[in-house]
């Protein structure tokens, strides 16, 4: 049964099981591999992605719940890497093996959403669902704070 | 952007520089020796480091591979200095494998990007071949333009005859170079002077980095090639054991699984989807019986860690001695007193952001294969493949990838993670893309072993420290994860005991024995290898003596720093950095100091702590770093940042252990990772010395435990003596 959506912008569809995880959709069969697979079970947010403009972990979101939202990946939060977080990114010079960054900008870009201006606690607080193992997150700090005051 | 680049390259005229006698070549469109260079006609000796097109674009070989350390970025950058190459138009393409080309000196020539030793290893090397090109670019310039070769300079890119006002451009030159048979001599003193570097010591954006913000850098586990299908490997739990019975009944009603597959060490899944070979990977958990074969069925850590501190304590039980220095043993028998310690610390896990997995592509009849995969070691990626098909090694095609994390886990001498691909395409004889589930990954990590430290300090009649004896019992690491460089190294293994003597203090006698352990349970290399456990015991210890003495720590520790300037340098900056003397209500610091591969670190741990719950916060960390010339200034803070927070999770949270030979956690809820919330305010300062540079990418990570124990000492007077302090321990000793 095939199921539609909406991914940066353009309409997508799928005939993967209705238990499949949308990350793996996502990856493989649109080839968006910015998503990235951590641990599948929702601790590490590597696989984070926009529904409906909230966050969500793609690897905790079946494709039966998908139908007719709206699913916002790295690759469409912006067309030019123009997005603040991410031009605030390179500014901090925060990724390493950048693996978890696009869970990471992502993430942000929902807090900035809700928050334009968050405090440092409440950056702290939102972010602590993603794991950096390359421990940059002292830098996604500044960077988010950078973002906040030059968006 | 590598095919991109080549395919430009071979439609111009280049300049060229080779390894193997370094050679230069001309290669011109289509001549046989530009298909050599390229890497798609026979291979040749030829294989460059640097190529220049005549639009100025110079292509400059990346020997590392790259997991976040920016090794891509920071040894490109030096051949880019000493040829004054604009870096604007650098661009950075893996190197192929070819280890009499781009072999990694300080690891006996292999590809092999580890020990943060790749700047260290390679940084007079490649001066020299960026400078014997300057001077190629110079002396064409000279001949073109009738003029002595000494009155040439170059601007980034450019030649310049100031006399009489002429430049030409790297590319103009390419066009009509002549490059002679044999590379010119560069003397040392030929080489840049430091105050003259133009980007050494300067940040630049690391290449890769711009990819990493848009979802466009490929790793490993992102290729997708046509006709691929996928795979999983349930892997047997203890190393060693076998399937016995695989009821794939289950795993085979999964639809879009197409094979279930018996293997030496587990039982492959291969699907026509990512989801349905992780489904049918699953149905298989409770359906296939494993061989008690393998030595760690039965090994219990808890139980072996208590078996492993008596033996390291029992100075009858016979060890080998690791390192001497002076005479310790008599030096202990005249002592007029003597301190002793113990200590502790539990496997560890790397727990890379990216689980293993590659891509694997087995030519029909078995005589080739190409691999996509992130790794450490081109040199091992493709000799284990190449011996399971027994095939020659340049039938091997490596594709390496962008590691998203690398730690140490992804050199390992059998690639474990690499054969689970070659070995499910060669038998559906379709690409297979195999991917390790986190709970693959936890369950079949190699970890940072188990270990216990048994310490004594001799002090003579005046109470000066005269002697230092470390036994260590600690699980192997080299013989397991490299037994060819165990052989090759004299059966040393010098990935345990790394760290486990006191250099840069003044001691006289010194000794180190290693209690060789082997209980089956898989180990590796993980970040700060032995350091970190050995420098969690060597400097809580020294803090130890420190107060048994009556002396502060920081005083003491100077004291014996004396006579090495630079240990002594890193030391007295982190105690003004940190305030020192002042005293903390609620909270206290620590300090330790450690000389690792040449790089000398110090850090301090501002602490407090729940004494109710047991939990340890780290408010604020201090840390200096003298690594020598800083070749990315900026790059060594970050990996300084990353290294500490690496180390917070191995000294509160992270812990591996076994129960009948099996790794007893699974994923990111039983393995504990630091988080933002759990990192300290980290202030960081870099010294940076003229000294030959020397490693940064791990060299913090065994200043926490050390740290973090010797707050705790200072705040509660109590030592907490066994990594990591997670709550529960904590209580127990506080109690």
């Known amino acids: 049964m095939a199921t539609n959506f909406t991914v940066n912008g353009k309409p997508a569809t799928t005939n993967a099981p209705p238990a499949t995880p949308l990350l ?128 | 952007m590598n095919k991109s680049i080549r395919a430009s390259v071979l439609s111009r005229r280049q300049v060229m520089i080779g390894a193997a ?87 006996g020539g292999m590809m092999y990007t580890a020990g ?54 790297y590319g103009d030159i390419a066009a009509i170079a002549e490059v002679p048979a044999k590379a010119p001599e560069i003397k040392p003193d030929q080489l840049k002077k430091t105050a003259d570097f133009r980007l050494i010591g300067k940040d630049v954006m690391r290449v890769e980095l711009p990819t990493k913000v848009n979802g466009t850098a490929t790793y490993g586990i992102d290729v997708q090639v046509p006709g691929m299908l996928y795979g999983t490997v349930l892997r047997a739990p203890v190393e060693g054991s076998v399937p016995n019975r695989i009821d794939d009944a289950r795993a085979k009603a999964v639809p879009g699984v197409t094979a279930v597959i018996r293997l030496p060490h587990g039982v492959g899944v291969v699907a026509q989807t990512a989801w349905a070979a992780l489904s049918a990977r699953q149905a298989l958990l409770d359906s296939v019986t494993w061989t008690r074969t393998g030595t760690a069925w039965g090994f219990d850590s808890d ?28 030096a202990f028998q005249n002592a007029a007193s003597m301190v002793e310690g113990e200590y502790r610390c539990d496997y560890a896990y790397h727990a890379q952001m990216e689980p293993l997995n590659a891509v694997a592509l087995v030519a029909p009849g078995g005589d080739a294969v190409e691999i996509w995969a992130g790794t450490q070691s081109q040199t091992t990626a493709t000799e284990a493949p190449a011996k399971f098909l027994g095939i020659p090694r340049d039938k091997v095609k490596l594709h390496d990838l962008l590691m998203g994390g690398g730690f140490g886990r992804r050199g390992n001498r059998d690639v474990d993670f690499i054969m689970d691909a070659v070995m499910l395409s060669n038998e ?109 015991a060597t400097e809580a210890f020294m803090d130890e003596v420190a107060r ?84 990315q200034p900026d790059n060594i803070i970050a990996q300084t940042e990353s290294s500490i927070v690496y180390g917070l999770g ?8 076994i129960k009948d030979g099996i790794v007893e956690q699974s994923n990111f809820y039983d393995y504990s990772l630091p988080r933002m919330k759990d990192v300290p305010e980290m202030h960081i300062e870099l010294i940076q010395t003229d000294n030959h540079p020397t490693g940064a990418g791990q060299m913090a990570t065994p200043l926490i435990a050390p740290t973090i124990s010797n707050a705790i000492m200072e705040l509660t007077g109590v030592r907490l003596r066994h990594s990591p302090f997670v709550p529960d321990r904590v209580k127990k000793s506080l109690s």
Request: aromatic share 6%; with cysteine.
């Open chain 2, 428 to 536: 559906v004889g379709s690409p297979v893309k195999v991917m390790w589930t986190r709970e693959d990954d936890v369950h079949n990590g190699r970890f940072r072993p188990l270990s216990a430290h048994y310490l004594r300090a001799a002090f003579d009649a005046s109470g000066k420290l005269t002697a230092w004896h470390h036994r260590l019992a600690a699980d192997r690491i080299t013989p397991f994860m490299d037994p060819v460089r165990f052989q090759e190294g004299g059966g040393k293994d010098g990935m345990v005991m790394a760290g486990t003597d006191v250099r840069g203090y003044d001691v006289p006698h010194q000794l180190v024995e290693q209690i060789y352990r082997d209980t089956g349970v898989r180990t590796n290399p993980l970040r700060g290898i032995g350091v970190t456990a050995n420098k969690f």
């Open chain 2, 548 to 631: 048994k003495r009556g002396i502060d720590p920081l005083t003491y520790r100077l004291e014996l720093l004396k006579g090495t300037p630079r240990a002594y340098k890193v030391v007295e900056r982190v105690a003004q950095m940190a305030d020192w003397g002042r005293k903390r209500d609620g909270q206290a610091l620590g300090l330790a100091y450690i000389d690792y591969s040449g790089s000398q670190v110090a850090g301090i741990a501002e602490v407090s702590l729940d004494r109710t719950s047991g939990q340890i916060k780290v408010h604020n960390f201090w840390c200096t770093i003298d690594c020598g010339i800083a070749v």
């Open chain 2, 650 to 657: 191995l000294t509160l949270s992270e812990r591996i252990s």
């Open chain 2, 303 to 330: 139980k072996g860690h208590d078996a492993f501190a008596a033996d390291a304590k029992n100075l009858s039980k016979p060890a080998r001695d690791w390192s001497a220095q002076g005479n310790a043993r008599g």
């Open chain 2, 116 to 169: 943060s030793n790749a700047v260290t290893s390679y940084y007079r090397p490649l001066r020299v071949i960026g400078a014997q090109v300057r001077r190629v670019l110079l002396d064409n310039a000279a001949r073109k333009w009738g003029v002595p070769v000494e009155e040439l300079t170059t601007e980034p890119s450019v030649v310049v005859h100031a006399k009489s006002g002429r430049k030409m451009s």
């Open chain 2, 21 to 107: 006698g370094l050679t230069f070549a001309i290669a011109a469109p289509n001549s046989l020796k530009a298909a050599a260079l390229s890497g798609e006609g026979p291979r040749s000796a030829m294989n460059p480091w640097i190529s220049i097109a005549t639009d100025g674009t110079i292509t400059i070989m990346s020997a590392a591979t790259e997991m976040g350390q920016g090794s891509m970025t920071s040894l490109p950058l030096i051949i880019a200095e000493e040829l004054d190459a604009d870096w604007a138009k650098v661009k950075v393409v893996p190197a192929p494998v070819n280890e009499k080309i781009y072999g990694n000196p300080g690891f």
């Open chain 1, 24 to 151: 793996w959709v996502i990856r493989e069969d649109l080839k968006l591999t910015g998503t990235k697979f951590g641990c599948g079970t929702g601790l590490c947010g590597a696989c984070m992605v926009h529904v409906d403009g909230r966050r969500a972990f793609s690897c905790q979101t079946q494709v039966s719940e998908i139908a007719g939202r709206t699913v916002t990946t790295i690759e469409g939060l912006s067309p030019d890497s123009s997005h603040p977080l991410q031009k605030a990114w390179l500014t901090e010079r925060v990724p390493q093996c950048g693996y978890c960054q696009s869970g990471q900008i992502m993430s942000a870009a929902d807090l900035l959403q809700q928050k334009p201006q968050p405090t440092r606690a409440e950056i702290v607080e939102h972010m602590s669902t993603n794991i950096c193992r390359c421990g940059t997150y002292q830098r996604i700090v500044r960077a988010v704070e950078r973002a906040a005051r030059e968006a």
